[in-house]
């Protein structure tokens, strides 16, 4: 299943107890819920092999990692 499919399901169970005007609300908590997106970016500290998360500034030693583990951003690529 994808992440689409699983939320049309999601949203098809909820508003089968909630009236319609409850779905835009629906979008805008599911959009809540789903992580930022962020980028691994060079910290510009001369001498330094840290990247940082553009999303909340954390240094990590390294860019592949898929996930921020401060604020948990999903990382591009
Ligand atoms: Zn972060």
């Known amino acids: 299943m994808t ?5 049309v399901k999601v949203k098809g169970y ?7 005007d409850s779905v835009d609300e629906i979008d805008e908590i599911i959009k809540a819920l789903e992580p930022n997106i962020g980028q691994w970016m060079p910290n510009h500290i001369p001498g330094s ?6 999303q909340c500034g954390y240094d990590r030693g390294a860019y592949s990692f898929k996930y921020c583990s401060n604020c948990g951003a999903k990382m591009k690529g």
Not at 3 to 7: G, P
Not at 49 to 54: E, Q
Request: charged residues 35%; proline residues 6%; hydrophobic residues 40%.
């Open 3 to 7: 992440k689409e499919e699983a939320l």
């Open 14 to 20: 909820l508003t089968d107890y909630l009236p319609w």
């Open 49 to 54: 092999m840290l990247y940082k998360c553009d």
